[in-house]
């Protein structure tokens, strides 16, 4: 593969909610805004004022989206009050025709979709350093309720678990200091060769 067809096999991140994978893709957005870029989802929901078709969205039908459903044209997709959103495996294969290593921010689910198709990503995990920290960033975060921290706690078991199988991560990130940890984050984005850390033990 050239250098330049490696850079642009997309970057997939994964991690329990809170370890930080939000945090550590606006860093690197913020610093190199004409290299990365989000894949842009389909939505059944309504444009607001000054949202173009095909910038925040597709705006499509309910109907138009099933159909793409169907045809297995998704990557992941989900019910948010009553609106359906997905990403394509189209929307992503175009930033990367644009120049632009596409990031994506999905679950263990999408994750295994994925690996059914020829996107050949680079995956990386984002492990919070214990679960306690990563109770503590939720809280901390504001955005939780008590419950919806335990839902997210119980569901990272999940995602833990999955990581763990053997060839499912190329490379885990351990977000303990955050300069440390988007140090090495960035080296991988931006297609350096360097070894990653350690997958933490996390059962406490
Ligand atoms: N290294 C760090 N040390 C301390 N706090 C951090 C660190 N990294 C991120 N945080 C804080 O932890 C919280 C969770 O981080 P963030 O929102 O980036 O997680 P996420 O993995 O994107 O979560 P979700 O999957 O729910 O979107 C945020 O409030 C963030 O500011």
């Known amino acids: 593969?050239?250098?330049?067809?490696?850079?642009?096999?997309?970057?997939?991140?994964?991690?329990?909610?809170?370890?930080?994978?939000?945090?550590?893709?606006?860093?690197?957005?913020?610093?190199?805004?004409?290299?990365?870029?989000?894949?842009?989802?389909?939505?059944?929901?309504?444009?607001?004022?000054?949202?173009?078709?095909?910038?925040?969205?597709?705006?499509?039908?309910?109907?138009?989206?099933?159909?793409?459903?169907?045809?297995?044209?998704?990557?992941?997709?989900?019910?948010?009050?009553?609106?359906?959103?997905?990403?394509?495996?189209?929307?992503?294969?175009?930033?990367?025709?644009?120049?632009?290593?596409?990031?994506?921010?999905?679950?263990?689910?999408?994750?295994?979709?994925?690996?059914?198709t020829d996107l050949n990503p680079t995956y990386i995990f984002i492990s919070p350093p214990s679960v306690a920290a990563l109770r503590q960033r939720l809280l901390g975060r504001g955005t939780e309720t008590e419950d919806s921290i335990e839902t997210r706690l119980k569901a990272s078991v999940t995602e833990l678990q999955y990581a763990r199988e053997p060839g499912v991560i190329d490379l885990v990130v351990v977000n303990d200091d955050v300069e440390r940890a988007y140090g090495l984050f960035k080296k991988i984005a931006l297609g350096e060769t360097t070894e990653g850390d350690l997958m933490p033990e996390l059962d406490s």
């Open 1 to 116: 593969m050239s250098p330049v067809t490696e850079f642009l096999r997309p970057l997939v991140l994964f991690g329990p909610s809170g370890s930080g994978k939000s945090t550590l893709v606006g860093k690197l957005l913020a610093e190199f805004p004409d290299k990365f870029g989000f894949s842009v989802s389909h939505t059944t929901r309504s444009p607001r004022a000054g949202e173009e078709d095909g910038k925040a969205y597709h705006f499509v039908t309910r109907e138009k989206f099933l159909s793409l459903v169907a045809e297995g044209a998704f990557i992941e997709h989900a019910e948010f009050s009553k609106n359906l959103y997905g990403t394509t495996f189209q929307a992503v294969r175009h930033v990367a025709d644009t120049g632009r290593r596409c990031i994506l921010d999905i679950d263990s689910q999408g994750v295994r979709n994925i690996k059914k």
